[in-house]
């Protein structure tokens, strides 16, 4: 028996008692497709494109920046990279994105040494075509980096121990450095050798940055003066910090809330309404957090999204892979969507949320597992991708999905769209060229149930391959086709 079949049989067989209170799913997830790494590589991020272009961003441990086609979600097929060698050797650890570049975090944090601190702007308007604008990295910051958010013509850089790093990318040619910030590592007591805070993630709400400090809880910081930030609230869960050292990781803010992952304790919702004084007004707490149940405990949250109207929260869950919730009344979320099979070796690090699509980054940490001492196993890297659908009527209807054929295919001058509908409903349909960029669009009010043969003249286009985008209401499909 492999040590991997051990593992699983352990977790199972300890966890096999814990129930989950929650109301029934009404969130269902279907799998779609995955690309598995075939070496112990972990990936931490995946992003979907802003601009609705089939493309997924991924941030890995040990490949780099990974960008997969994803034009056909059941087979992710890598397209381009840009390895930890592009970056002077510091591995990405974390990306954000607006519709023309890539920012990435550099400097792994894991591990018994760190590397140095930095961020990486890549242009990808050609996303198959990564493209390295600018690198800023340095050596007085030497314990890595774990997030980076960029807003207007600034990047907040969360350095670990080494605090808040402020970046000015208004060049994106010539990132500078700005300021650093490191809030009291005191509270909510002196820390010990395995309870140091680190700044972990972060959400910006106006000129506050709620940074998650890890065992230093939460806290807020006005950034107004980018030289100058100045941090003006602590806060901690007084009942999750008398029974166990809680872990805040990272957090999303909805309006007046901040829904915050907290580990192997779950998710707490705290009212940010007066950044001086923040209180809390919810915990879910689904794994019974102890002192004793860390290692190999069935969740451990990490990233978080929100869907655009405010109405529902996924988060990835480690152990239990995501977690989704129902948050249109933010004080009482309730659980309504659950994937999660314990000890199944699998853990989900990152997340990403496109209309109908979820996207997963899976660490592998097989060669680095210490049984009763790490977090959790997992002998799989990679990525998953997965449609969810609301089965009730409390978020909205659920997505139906349609059939596509496009033919002829190959064409010459004109093509057309084989469309069946299982439900009336709205359509577009958008045209992009193989680099990406969008060429022409053709909105549709409404379609009946059933058939429909969509002509697409093309004749004005040249020869080549282009991506034809078909959404109906919440859903999208993407198609190829060759013109010659």
């Known amino acids: 028996m492999n040590l991997s079949t051990i593992v699983t049989s352990l977790l199972s067989l300890l966890f096999s008692t814990i129930s989950f209170a929650q109301v029934p799913d009404s969130i269902h997830f279907d799998f779609k497709g995955e690309h598995e790494y075939t070496s112990t590589f972990s990936c931490y991020t995946a992003l979907f494109d802003l601009q609705g272009r089939p493309y997924l961003y991924t941030a890995n441990n040990q490949l780099g920046v990974v960008v997969f086609d994803i034009a056909d979600p059941a087979m992710p097929v890598p397209v381009d990279t840009l390895l930890p060698a592009v970056f002077g050797g510091l591995r990405p650890t974390h990306l954000w994105l607006d519709s023309t570049h890539l920012y990435a975090s550099l400097g792994g944090f894991q591990g018994l040494v760190p590397q140095n601190a930095g961020m990486a702007i890549i242009d990808i308007h050609t996303p198959d075509q990564l493209n390295l604008v600018s690198q800023w990295d340095s050596v007085a910051f030497r314990q890595g980096a774990a997030i980076v958010q960029v807003y207007d013509d600034y990047a907040y850089l969360g350095a670990m121990e080494e605090g808040l790093l402020i970046l000015d990318v208004s060049d994106k040619t010539d990132i500078h450095f700005v300021s650093q910030m490191v809030p009291d590592p005191n509270f909510p007591r002196v820390p010990g050798l395995f309870s140091h805070p680190n700044a972990r993630g972060m959400a910006v709400s106006g000129d506050i940055l709620w940074l998650c400090y890890d065992a230093g809880g939460l806290r807020s910081i006005d950034i107004s003066d980018k030289k100058n930030p100045i941090e003006v609230a602590q806060y901690i869960n007084a009942s999750m910090d008398s ?64 869907s655009p109207d405010g109405k529902l929260l996924f988060m990835s869950g480690g152990d239990s892979e995501v977690l989704a919730f129902d948050i249109s009344i933010p004080t009482s979320p309730k659980r309504i969507g659950t994937l999660a099979h314990v000890g199944d070796s699998l853990v989900t690090w990152g997340l990403d949320v496109r209309g109908n699509q979820v996207a997963l980054a899976f660490v592998d940490v097989s060669g680095v597992f210490i049984p009763g001492v790490s977090p959790y196993y997992s002998d799989y890297g990679g990525i998953q991708i997965f449609e969810w659908k609301d089965v009730s009527t409390s978020i909205g209807a659920p997505f139906s999905p349609f059939s596509l054929i496009l033919s002829p295919n190959p064409f010459q001058q004109t093509t057309q769209l084989n469309l069946n509908l299982p439900a009336p409903n709205t359509i577009e349909i958008a045209i992009f060229g193989a680099s990406g960029k969008q060429l022409t669009s053709r909105n549709m009010t409404f379609l009946r149930k059933g058939a429909h043969q969509i002509p697409l003249p093309l004749h004005h286009l040249p020869q080549g391959v282009y991506l034809i985008r078909v959404r109906v209401g919440d859903g999208v499909q993407w198609v190829k086709g060759l013109k010659r």
Do not use: K, M, R
């Open 243 to 306: 029974l166990t050292q809680s872990a805040y990781n990272n957090a999303v803010a909805v309006d007046d809330y901040l829904f915050i992952a907290i580990d192997y304790c779950g998710l707490e919702v705290v009212n940010i309404h007066q950044p001086d004084s923040p209180y809390t007004v919810f915990w879910h707490n689904p794994w019974d957090c102890q002192p004793t149940t860390w290692a190999g405990s069935p969740g451990h949250t990490n990233q978080l999204v929100a």
